[in-house]
Structures are given as C-alpha cells and as structure tokens.
T-cell receptor, first 115, second 113 residues
Framework: AQKITQTQPGMFVQEKEAVTLDCTYD???????LFWYKQPSSGEMIFLIY??????QNATEGRYSLNFQKARKSANLVISASQLGDSAMYFC????????????FGKGTHLIIQP | EADIYQTPRYLVIGTGKKITLECSQT?????MYWYQQDPGMELHLIHY???????EKGDLSSESTVSRIRTEHFPLTLESARPSHTSQYLC????????????FGPGTRLTVT
C-alpha cells in the first residue's frame, strides 16, 4: 500500500516569493515515482514534475523543482518566483514502478498567491 | 499537447438511470485510468487498463464498470445511478515507455438527483 501526506491544507504567499509545498510518502515498493500536479479552479489536472526513486538528481522543470530526500521519504515541491497564476490546488502523488498501476494522491494544498 | 477528451463535461441525472461517461485519447497510449474526485478532495483511482481487453479495479471500490475494446476508448458505466455517485470523474492516459506523465482529460461533473 502507498500513502501520501500533505500537511499544509492552505498557504498564503506573497507574489514573487519562493514557495515550498510539503509532501511525505510511504511505500513498500522498491521502485516508485513521485508526481506533482496543479489543479486550478477550472478543474483540469496539470502535470508539473516527476521524480523517479532511483534518480540521482532532483528533478527540475522551469520554475518548479522537487526536493527529493529519499531517506526521509519526502518530495517537496519548490516554486521559485511565485506568480498570481500559481494560485491553485497542488497534489502530490506516488505510483509504483513509475505509476503504471495508477497513482495514489495526497489531500492537496490550496495555494493562494497574494499581490 | 495532451489530446484526451471526456464527454459530457456536466451531467445531471435522476436516480436509477444508466449512464456512460466517455473518454477518448488520440495519443495511442496503452494505459488508461479513471479517478473519482469529490470537491476539494484528493483523487481516488477506481479503474485502470493496460491495453485492449484489459481492465483492473483501483484502490477505491466503485459500483461502476469499464471496458476497453479499442486502444483509444475507455468508457465508464453506472448501471443505476445514485446520489452517492455524485462526484467528478477524471480520465487519464499514459505511455510509460516514453515518460511517466499521466495526461488528464477535463473531467465529467456528475450530479445524481
């Protein structure tokens, strides 16, 4: 069984500041993938970043980076230079072997960027 | 650009009706998924498929059924809708031979009255 814990139900951040969204996970699978998705109020799911359990380096995609600490079972998302358009729900998810059998999601963090 | 479509986008239907939520993708992905999401809550996997003629149940028990007769099509059916089925249903697909991203459709918001 897999589990994702996101301990920040909501966050308020000033525009242009960096944001860290917390995610811890639990799994018994030796190979797994960690995902972050953004869900705006319109409801669509937007893929942000992926980290494989055997990847040596932290994943980065533009303003998004994943702070992967395997020993602590954490996969925090860092958003640099936040923008008003970053306001949304953010979900952390885990999938065994990269997610072929589907993903287990956390409860999400509602991020609000203030001008 | 993800090409995965869901119809209808919104559906309000009475208790006891049979409904089919459609999901199609034009990316040739083998793997497809259905997730259920209540407002403001996390997504739960209810069904997935590795390819044609393959269907598996997900982590969340669901009274819905799915079929996969064609690679591009993965419909979800509720034989008799109930108010407890009111939720958003999200379809996704992936080609994990290339990358691990799951591409999501826009979702269907179902309300059973």
């Amino acid at each position: 069984a897999q589990k994702i814990t996101q301990t920040q139900p909501g966050m308020f951040v000033q525009e242009k500041e960096a944001v860290t969204l917390d995610c811890t996970y639990d799994t018994s699978d030796p190979s797994y993938g960690l995902f972050w998705y953004k869900q705006p109020s319109s409801g669509e799911m937007i893929f942000l970043i992926y980290q494989g359990s055997y990847d040596q380096q932290n994943a980065t995609e533009g303003r998004y980076s994943l702070n992967f600490q395997k020993a602590r079972k954490s996969a925090n998302l860092v958003i640099s230079a936040s923008q008003l358009g970053d306001s949304a729900m953010y979900f952390c998810a885990i999938g065994a072997g990269g997610g072929a059998d589907g993903l287990t999601f956390g409860k999400g963090t509602h991020l609000i960027i203030q001008p | 650009e993800a090409d995965i479509y869901q119809t209808p986008r919104y559906l309000v239907i009475g208790t006891g009706k049979k409904i089919t939520l459609e999901c199609s993708q034009t990316m040739g992905h083998d793997k497809m998924y259905w997730y259920q999401q209540d407002p403001g809550m996390e997504l739960h996997l209810i069904h997935y498929s590795y390819g044609v003629n393959s269907t598996e149940k997900g982590d969340l028990s669901s009274e819905s059924t799915v079929s996969r007769i064609r690679t591009e099509h993965f419909p979800l059916t509720l034989e008799s809708a109930r108010p407890s089925h009111t939720s958003q249903y999200l379809c996704a697909s992936s080609d994990q031979g290339v990358n691990y991203e799951q591409y999501f459709g826009p979702g269907t918001r179902l309300t059973v009255t």
